[in-house]
Every structure is written in structure tokens, then in C-alpha cells.
């Protein structure tokens, strides 16, 4: 076996009274990529910001090399030539590249000779590894696959031959993230050990050399990745087994409840995002929007539910027509049964300053139910959020707790405890798993398939293929605003694939 | 004739009054760029203009009033330091609370240790800085135009006033050519990124409050040791926040910041000037008026004439590694 790059020997990690890393061991080999998977919240970040220096261990040894190391500062790190690619990126956004990638590594006080060496720095891992981006562009001009591509060249640039990345996929298209593989793929040949951190299992089979679970703060098993099976390593990760595809019956579609007819919707820029759709989602069926993002499906969910302006076409709702013009009061669409799960929770879908009961009744804090005369009646919705807890095992369950403090998966279950328990015949859902883990995507998904057998009709959006197939009665494609084809749920991932590519699309222009 | 030379004068009256606007606007621009709003400016001012003035009349020394004033106006920008970065405490509570101590500590230091109603002694020649006559000024004093601009605006002024406008290149420079200036702005931005890059971010925002320190006490040597011959209390009158908003006017930039704090300078000079004589068409202002003037002008042009002014993006908000 090649010499271990790391070993990480009894890592001891609390924050207060929550072990987030107990006596962790690890050995990660030179030249390999190396996964390390787990449930939101099983200590993985915390696991490798220790590595990294950000954090310190409350006990334990790292060992790089074969030496043991102190890793007090991110410094030391990056002496010893580790590199991390952390979630959020650390960038400065109004900064060029050039000037990221120089900060905290310039060579003396002044920075022309500095951004000279950085330049031709970059050129070189250009050319070396397909690194390729403009070093004068603003950071915050560049897609989220470049930016990325300039914190992995934050890395390089400092000499790191042990490269962390943090969950790298979560921000990125298909597209996108099939380049990020090469490009890793490239760095292991080159000798470079890459250690991704992520809850994607399809992602951890498709790339590393060996993997790592941890749950609930314990390494629970190291395996080779060849040697292992998705199912596997998401029972490792869950401690029970998961259904990674949720049984379901057969659809018994009913009358139609939403009808869009030749929907066209201009995004704030003027460009044409949805282009003369229609399609019909009947009472008793999931349909499912694929397609990679950016093709429409945000501002398709944006005009149906009211909130974006469209430039034409008709969306009905139980027959009668909903308010076009982008000044629908939504409100008024929730009383007429449609239930809206936006794509972005943080921003649209929850007040993350609220305490957990609050965000469970927002956009209903209306309804009689939690009103006592002109006030709220606290104890009502104390009691409804605490039954929301129960019934969508919403963790921590406690509904005093600031909603930021929630991991991404149990924000999105408020969200969707919220929008489900209001019993609509109507539910658009954007992204429903989207940064949540496999328990909880498992969970998900039955909760929608419940509501589809209660007879409601059920919009998902997902950039998520597999969510698609799992969830969905009919599949339909968009692809740069257009619906471009529709399938059933037995359409193979390579026969949608195609269509999100808009390969069919254009043979049949020709 | 009268007409040039009255615009003459009121532009060299411009920069006198523009000077400490402009100190304390840069100042604000070092620690707003690291991420610290200081409202605390207008305290530091005056806790400058008050220890310069005494050290100078003590000591019979305007460089030690100088060194004073900058000693002072640190150790307060310290302890906004030590609450806003250290403790991460709100900083415009933190801001607030250096104005008040500034205010009151000054008069009653005053009072204790000179007797004369919170003020210092007047300060006689040696203990302030003398106007410094450029070469050759008198002898074009005559010339037409030029002679005038020459003698009036260019030569004739406080090595202060030098001073001043030569950080506005000098500030350019640190921030947009060095090290730290690349670090300061950094960490005004996106504090976590200046962190991982293994580089600390509360001594980054101490030294830009160092910085900042050291202007104001400039700004209030200037306000008590040149414009005015000793400390009278609450001098700054407001000058710490005009050079804020001079500040967001100028978007954080600081030859903006000069062309701001220049432009707010002259509507005081303006107002002074045409205190109490009738405006052509007008008539007759209000001095009030003149004087609400830069910051009606501020709300006006902050209200869609400038564009949008964006501050950096982590000003205000204390850092706090994330879990």
C-alpha cells in the first residue's frame, strides 16, 4: 500500500455539549481520491477543518507524511501543503482572481510582483491541468463552476498536495460537476491525494478510490470503493437500511387541477426563460420537470405560483385562471389550495431569524386557526409546530429554536411541514432534496408520494435525475424553455439525458 | 476683479475647512474598508483636538500636541477595538459610546486641569503650526491670476493641509498597491476567506483601526492647533459624521473622498461667506439653511444621484468562525 499522505489518530471534537468527532481514525493514501460520506451533520466538515487548522481537536494526532503535525492555523496547514475547498467559498467577491488568489500567499508588502508571479503561476496550472480562467474576471461575474475552479487554483497556487473539498457539488450543474471529476481525476495522476467530502453517494462511486462513512460523529467504515455498493454505504450511513427508491403504485390520475397553456416567461433581463409551455398536472399524479438548471424550470415555478410576471399564456387552477401579471397575492393562491415549496428555502421560503413555530405557520399566520382576535394565539401554533415536529421528525425538536440554527435537510422538512399540512390539491415543489441527506430524502420523497395517493396533484422540479425517476408518473423535459419531451418513469437516465441536452431537439430541427 | 478675488478666497477657505473633513473621512474609509463601521469618528476628533492642544500648551511643543492628539485618538480607537472586534460588540453601539466619553471627558479634563470653561489655553506661536509660505509667494502675490491662486490657495497653509492632501494619493496607494491594503479590503469583504487563507482577522481590523487612530488625531490636532489657536469644547461640531456621509457619498474611495469632503468643505465656506448677504434672485437664506446644506445634499444625491453606494459587504458584522 502506498504511504499514507494522512493519518488522523483519535480525534476528539466537542462543540459544548455536542460531540461532533469522537476518536476518529483515518488513513488516507497518497495518489488517491479519497471519499468520505455521511448524513448532514455526522462531523465530516468538522473532521476535515481540524485537518485543515481551522478548528482545533480537543485530543488526537495528525500525522502527514508519516510526521506528526500541529495544525494550529490554516497556515500550518498550507505549510504542510494541505489545501481546502471549503462549501461557501472564500472568496472575495469583488475581487479579480488574481487578487484571490494571491491573498494571505503574496510574496512581499507590495503586490506588483506578487500578481506578475501569480500570472504566469496560473498559466502553467492552465496548461498543466485544464485550469483554465480569466485571471482579471470579478470573481462575482463567473458561474459557480468557475469560482470553484479558482478555489481549487487557490490551492495549487499555495503548493497543496492534499487537496479537501468540502460538499464541491451541492452548487454545481451535472455539467459542471462531470468537469470538477476530470479535473480531480487529472489531479491524481499528477500524485495529488484528494479527500471529497461529500453525501452524494452516486458522486462517491463514480470517483474516489476508497471511502470513509461517518455517522452521527464516529468513523463507522473505510472501503474500497470497487468493493462496495451504494446500498451499503448508504445503510453505513444511515445505521438502518434505506430505500433509495421509494415504492410507489400505480398513478390513478384524476380531473385536472392546474392547466398551463402556452406559458412564456421573460426573466429581469429580458430573455425569454419559458417559451410557449403547456402541459396539464391532473389530481393524483407527480409530474416531474427535469432538466439541468437554468433552463426555465425556476421561472416556470415562479409564474405558476404567482410570483413572477408572464409575458403570455394562462395557467388555470381548478378551472379558474390565476393572476399572470406577477402581483398575484399568494396568499389568495394558498386559499385556493396551491401549496408553493420554493427552490431557495433560505431566501424565499423561511425567515431564518424565526424561531422554528414561527416559520411553520408563515404565509398562514392568518388562518383562524392560529388567531385569538387580532392576536396570535401562541399556544395554537406551539402545539401545531410541535405536532409538525412529530410527524416530519424535524430535528432538534424544538420549536423555540432559531430556524438558522436547523441543518439544511430539517429546514427544508419545516418548509415542507408547512406547505404539506395545509392540505393543498395543489403542491409545487423546486429542489424538495435539494443539500438534504439520504434519510431524510428518503423521508421526502414518501411524503410526496403520500399526498399523490390522497389524491393531490404534485409538481417537482429537481435537477436531481435519480429524484425525478424515483418520484415521478410522467417526466417531462426542459431544455432552454421548452418542454422537449415527455416519458414515463421507466425512460432510462441516458434517454433523458439526452433530452436535457436538447440533442433530440435538434435532430429533429434538421 | 473682486468677483475672482472672492472666489479665490472662498476656495482657499474651501480647503481649510475641507481639511479635517477629509482626515476623518479617510479614517472612516480604513476601518469601514476592514469591515468596522466607526461611527466614532466625531469622539476621536475631539479627544485628538483636546489632548494636542493641552500637550502643546504644556509642553510648549506643537509636534508633541501632534504626537498626543495621534496617541489619544489611537488608544480610543482601540477600545472600539476591543468591543467590536475583540468581544464582537455592536459597533455603532461601540461608535456611540466613544462620541459620548469623548464629549464629556474632554470638558471635564478641561476644567480640571486649566479652569477656563473646558478649554485650553490659548496657544502661543511655537505651540501651534504656523502657515508655511512657499517660495516666491509674495513677490507674485500681484501677478494677475495666478498670483492670487498661487499665494492664497497653493502656498500659505499648515503642513496639516499638505499633510491631508497627500494621503488622499498616499491612501490610494496602500490600499490598492500593498499587501495589507489587498488584505484590508479583503477582510472588509469576506472576513471567512482572510481567515482561511491563514491570515488573522482581528489583527487586520486592529491595525486598519490603528489607521484610523492616527487620522483623527490628525484631523483634531488640525481642528485645535491650527484652525483654531486651542480646544474649545465640542469643536468638531458634527465634522465626524459629515465625513461619514462624505464617505458613502464617495463610495468608499478616496480621491472621491476628496472631491466629497472638498465639495462639502465649500458649501461651508459658501455659507459662511454669504451669511447674511442676499443671494441674486433668492434673496435672503437662512444661515441654518447653509449650513443643513451638506447634509440635505447628502440625502439628495445618496437618493439616486450617485448611484448605488455599496458599502463592503461585511461592515458592521462581527467576525464569528462559523460551525
Redesign the interface.
Known sequence: MAQAAIELIGINKS?GAVRANRDINLEIARGTIHGIVGENGAGKS?LMSIL?G??QADSGEIRVAGKPASIK???D??ALGIG?V?Q?F??????SVL??V?????T?????K?IAKARSELERLEREYGLEVDPDAIIEELPVGLQQRVEIL?ALYRGAEILILDEPTGVLTPAEADHLFRILKQLKEQGKTVVLITHKLREIMAITDTVSVMRQGTMVATRETRKTTVGELAELMVGRRVLLRVEKGEAEAGAVKLAVKNLTVKDSRGVTMVDDISFDLRAGEIVGIAGVAGNGQSELLEAISGIRHAVSGSVMLDGKPIDLTGKADPGELRDRGLAHVPEDRHHVGLVLAFEENENSILGYHDDPRYLKGPFLNVDAIMADAKDKIEKYDIRPGNPRLKTANFSGGNQQKIVLAREMEQDPGVLIVGQPTRGVDVGAIEFIHKRLIAMRDQGKAVLVVSVELDEIRSLSDRILVMFAGRIVGERGPEATEGELGLLMAGVERQEAAE | MDVFIAIVQILDSTIRLSVPLLLACLAGLYSERAGIFDIGLEGKMLVGAFAGAAAASVFHSALLGLGMAILISVAFAMVHGFASITHRGNQIVSGVAINFIAAGSTIILGQAWFQQGGRTPALQPGERFDAIVWPGAEAVRDVPIIGPIYAELISGHSILVYLAFLMVPFTWWVLFRTRFGLRLRAVGENPAAVDTAGISVAWLRYRALICTGILTGVAGAYLSMVQNGGFVKDMTAGKGYIALAALIFAKWKPVNAMFACLLFGFLDAAAIRLQGSPLPLIGKVPVQFMQALPYILTVILLAGFIGKAIPPRAGGVPYVKER
Do not use: C
Open positions: 462543540f468538522t485543515y481551522f478548528y492555523t490554516p497556515n496547514a498550507i481546502m471549503h461557501h472564500m472568496l472575495v467577491d469583488n475581487f487578487e484571490n494571491i491573498l494571505g500567499a503574496e512581499d508588502a507590495l503586490l506588483k506578487s487557490k
